[in-house]
């Protein structure tokens, strides 16, 4: 009876042992801020090219940490964010920012996005979206900008082109044609200075001269 006793107080040693562990590395959650937009994504619908629009995104922090926001960017330059709260934004707490948007030589339908870089985990994100209906007078410019560039463009592939046939065409000057000893030495003769080919005949002289007496 003893002994199963002891048995029964060993085990439950045991598991109070490894739920402690357990606890210990699984821990508590982790205190973290949480970014929730009340509309995530705003349509500007249609507006003229060269409307300067402006829209306000609000959001609240539904973490249970402070939220610290570092940077707001958009994905182009027509895009301008705004107005965030530089001071920590508590759990529970509602802020704002603004966005504006230039649509001039923006036609058609835009979609830019705005990404909000904070403490919070994960990637944050709005959006904005518009279709743009284009000026007459800048999509006329815009059409004889682009004429113009591919003009240009042809152009150059075409002197390319025949700058390349013409390489390939031409003798190469660097290859020494085909020819007898005479002409080659002749060849060789023509690069030395005046002093220099003498000195050449000289020696050829001397050693003709040596071969005759050999012979004798």
Known sequence: MKKLFLSLVAIAAVNLF????????VGTPKESPQITFTNQVHDFGTIQEGDVVETVFE?????????????ISASC???VPKDWKKEPIMPGEKSSFSVKFNSKNKPNKQNKRITIL????????????????????????RKERIAKYKAQRAEREKMQHNQSQANKTAPNTNMRKPGTKKA?????????KPNQVEKVKKTDAEV?????????
């Open 18 to 25: 490894s739920q402690a562990q357990n606890e210990k590395v």
């Open 184 to 192: 080659v030495k002749a060849e060789s003769n023509a690069l030395l």
């Open 59 to 71: 959001f609240t922090n539904t973490g249970n940490a402070p939220l610290t926001i570092q940077r």
């Open 208 to 216: 003709a001269k040596e071969k005759e007496q050999l012979k004798k």
């Open 77 to 79: 330059g027509c895009t």
């Open 118 to 141: 904070s403490n919070a985990p994960g990637k944050n994100f709005a959006s904005i979206k518009a279709n743009v209906i284009p000026d007459p007078e800048l999509e006329k410019a």
